[in-house]
């Protein structure tokens, strides 16, 4: 499988290249036949070219690569964002990605949080009209089809099943957003009458935000339309520790494509010091050795991530005095002695 790595802006640039090392080990070592290529995407090129995903990318990923794995997109000089929105929900959309998984790691376990990636606020459905480029009127539509509903509902159901897992919620907004929470509602009532195994139940997003922050413990699986699963995943990094610590894989379950990417952005306040976490970047490439059907190189990666992450190599917001290649040099230093151990010895 090719992988796309597109490290973007900020401490993209940072994290993804620290991380490679120990993708090129598993890969050899493991004989898992991965090969990557590094694209240029992100503020710089948009800057100097006005190209964000190059034409005809979507078409060449599809075809001739399994998977993306980015860092961050975002960059002081471009404020509205328009690359980002260009490349990065160019990808989600554009590769029909609409299983966004943010696993949220708390000491008692898991929740694997699914948000909806595609439609929503983020459909791209609205305008503004105003004078001399100040809006007096602006729109922005929350769109979602049934058909989106379904199969997204349906595959985390599916994913959550298999996971293992007891519970799901659905977030919603139904008092106050009534067409869409509806949908939701209905839809989510019905899939999961297909899944006895799972105890469903239903809470208004604001209520589960406070429960969530008070005692994230009762959840198992959260389902979130768009905006809700972003906002949510934020509080879930908090809670977690920090945002260098919340990772994610965006898939198309039909293609069976994935985008995996940390949660955080390019952190401008840290970019170029060298100091950014690279735990959550890492995690994301074992979501996608995890996806690319690879869980043996994805468990040992995670493994030896979250022990370094324990450890004095950590990065400073873990409390640790490492710096972003530092912690990842300790992470594929105990790869390779953990594999040397268990006799499959790196080869030449
Ligand atoms: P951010 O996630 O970049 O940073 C928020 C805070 O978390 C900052 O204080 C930052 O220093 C800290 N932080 C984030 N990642 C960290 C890491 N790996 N290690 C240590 N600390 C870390 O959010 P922001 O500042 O609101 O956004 C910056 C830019 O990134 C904006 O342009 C935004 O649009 C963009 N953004 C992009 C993505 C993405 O590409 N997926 C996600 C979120 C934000
Ligand atoms: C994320 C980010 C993006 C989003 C932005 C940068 C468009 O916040 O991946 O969480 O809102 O999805
Ligand atoms: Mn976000």
């Known amino acids: 499988m090719r992988i796309a790595v597109v490290p973007g802006d900020g401490i993209g640039k940072e994290v993804i290249p620290a991380t490679l090392p120990a993708l090129t080990l598993l890969n050899e070592a493991l004989g898992l036949g991965l090969s990557y290529e590094v694209f240029d995407w992100g503020a710089d090129r948009w800057l100097g070219t006005g190209v964000g995903l190059p034409p005809g990318a979507l078409d060449e990923l599809a075809r001739d690569y399994g998977a993306v794995f980015l860092g961050a997109l975002g960059d002081p000089r471009i404020p509205d964002m328009a690359h980002g929105r260009d490349i990065l929900l160019g990808l989600r959309r554009g590769l029909d990605l609409y299983v966004n998984h943010r696993p949220i790691e708390l000491k008692h376990g898991v929740i694997d949080l699914y948000r909806e990636n595609t439609q929503g606020l983020y459909a791209g459905v609205g305008g503004s009209v105003g004078r001399h480029g100040a ?32 519970k799901v919620t659905l977030v919603h907004k139904s008092n106050a957003v009534p067409h869409t929470g509806r949908l939701w509602q209905q839809v989510f009532r019905h899939e999961a009458e297909a899944f006895p195994e799972l105890e469903a139940s239903e809470e208004y997003v604001d209520s589960f935000c406070y429960h969530l922050v008070r005692d994230p413990k009762p959840y198992e699986g959260v389902l979130a339309p768009n905006l809700f699963g972003d906002i949510i995943s934020d ?31 390019s952190a401008p306040d840290i970019a170029g010091k060298g100091t950014a ?22 468990r040992l990666l995670r493994t030896c991530t979250a022990d370094v992450a324990r ?28 594999l040397t151990t268990a006799g499959a010895a790196p080869r030449p």
């Open 135 to 166: 809006a007096t009127v602006a729109i922005d539509e929350c769109v979602y089809t049934r058909e989106t509903v379904e199969k997204f509902v349906r595959s985390c159901l599916t994913r959550l099943r298999a996971a293992g897992r007891r």
């Open 235 to 265: 509080i879930g990094a908090a809670l977690m520790g920090g945002l260098g610590l919340a990772s994610s894989a965006s898939i198309c379950p039909e293609t069976g494509f994935a985008l995996c990417e940390p949660v955080h952005g």
């Open 277 to 298: 976490n690279p735990y959550a970047a890492s995690m994301s490439l074992a979501l996608l050795l995890d996806h690319a059907g690879h869980e043996d190189a994805g």
């Open 311 to 338: 450890g004095e190599a950590a990065t400073p917001d873990l409390g640790g005095t490492g710096t972003t290649r530092q912690f990842m040099a300790e992470v594929t230093a105990l790869i390779e002695r953990r």
